[in-house]
């Protein structure tokens, strides 16, 4: 016999702590649709993001690097799997709701725009008098309007829940149906499962970058083991446990141990703050004035120090800074070309009206890939706009 939702839920009662979020007492989708059958709700919006186009686009979006300028380097799509695996992890350690964090782990970047943080700027930028472009709130727009997929409804219908950890610090959405329960007493806070994606987002891409960064050769272990104290820790740590290594396998071990660290202090510190505010609910977690998911103030301080590094020495380096402004310079193109010419984007804007004509640009910009907007450009500007990059020389040997 198949294994019911109801045998599900009753499993996740038995195994959640009292502070977890239980899909049982989910505040429901928008839209009124029969439960799933065999997974719980949130298992249902995990399946339903995967499945959007939204998401499948995020492998040909930068994370960092141009997307398809290096094959070991990390797109917007092993981003997003990466910050879903850590979350789940850390969920599964307090004994929360893995599905739940999971599933705003996977839709976390899916309004990113393309070319990174600087296409993000330029959309930000184009679209300063029609109320701006930010990613998370990009994000909630694709889940809650822009797929278009199902016959009932608009967006992907998901529940309440996984719109809040979307939302991140801007108001939450409004609840589906009648006035909030308990809305005398102010929510300050989201879920559990919405702090944890949010922080496992931090320690994959700190992790991440940095070791994309020595992959690319803009980083050198030498120096982030003298100016980087996690880097140092993590490195000994290698050492001391598996004495020499070869350069590969001793790069991929020490991110993985600063990877280790981070969420050993997350889940030790948070696990602490839980017990000392006596936090026994859900409602007691909404009503915290600041968030109980979190680093210990050694870890916080040295992720600071890491931040910073990574801005001075990655971040705005030429090899990655320039050639992703070039590249987003042909989203500005692309957007004052489609405004004049609305002609060529008819099932965009055709019936739209010439007010909401921008933020209907800037969905169809925010959504397209990195090379979707070069092809375009070159379609119809007929412009290089970004002279084909060459791949970073891999560091490694290929094919391993
Ligand atoms: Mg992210």
């Not at 990113?112 to 700027?121: K, M, R």
């Amino acid at each position: 016999m198949p294994c019911s939702r109801e045998e599900l839920e009753r499993r996740e009662g038995q195994w959640l702590a009292p502070y977890a979020q239980r899909s049982t007492e989910t505040r429901g989708r928008a839209h009124a649709e029969p439960p799933p059958e065999w997974r719980t709700h949130y298992q249902r919006d995990r399946d339903r993001i995967i499945h959007s186009r939204a998401f499948r686009r995020l492998e040909y979006k930068t994370q960092v690097f141009l997307n398809g300028t290096g094959d070991h380097l990390r797109t917007r799509l092993t981003h997003t799997m990466e910050v879903a695996a850590i979350a789940r992890n850390i969920a599964r350690a307090l004994r929360l709701n893995e599905d739940l964090a999971e599933a705003i782990a996977l839709a976390h970047d899916l309004g990113h725009a393309p070319f990174g943080h600087t296409g993000e700027e330029v959309l930000d930028r184009l679209m300063r008098r029609h109320g701006g472009f930010e990613h998370n709130r990009q994000s909630l727009r694709i889940v809650e309007e822009l797929e278009q997929k199902y016959p009932g409804f608009p967006g992907l219908n998901l529940t309440w829940e996984v719109r809040e950890g979307l939302a991140k610090h801007r108001p939450k959405p409004p609840p589906p149906g009648s006035p909030r329960a308990g809305a005398q007493t102010p929510e300050r806070q989201p879920s559990l499962e919405a702090q944890v994606a949010d922080l496992a987002d931090e320690i994959a891409y700190y992790s991440h970058d940095l070791d994309d960064g020595l992959e690319a050769g803009l980083l050198t272990e030498a120096r982030l083991e003298r100016e980087v104290r996690l880097w140092r820790r993590s490195a000994r740590q290698v050492r001391e446990q598996h004495g020499a290594l070869p350069d590969e396998c001793r790069r991929f071990f020490t991110v993985r141990c600063l990877i280790e660290n981070q969420v050993r202090d997350v889940v030790r510190h948070t696990e602490a703050r839980l017990q000392k505010a006596r936090v026994d609910s859900l409602v007691a977690v909404r009503r915290r004035a600041r968030p109980l998911v979190g680093y210990g103030e050694q870890q916080r301080r040295w992720n600071l120090e890491l931040r910073r590094y990574l801005y001075r020495n990655l971040y705005y380096h030429p090899a990655v800074h320039d050639v992703n402004t070039r590249a987003a310079r042909s989203l500005g193109a692309l957007f004052n070309h489609y405004l004049e010419h609305a002609r060529h984007l008819a099932a965009q804007l055709g019936r739209c009206p010439a007010v909401r004509r921008p933020r209907a640009l800037c969905d169809y910009l925010a959504g397209m890939t990195d090379r979707y907007v070069l092809h375009e450009c070159r379609r119809l500007l007929g412009e290089e706009s970004v002279s084909a990059p060459g791949l970073f020389p891999s560091q490694s040997p290929r094919g391993s």
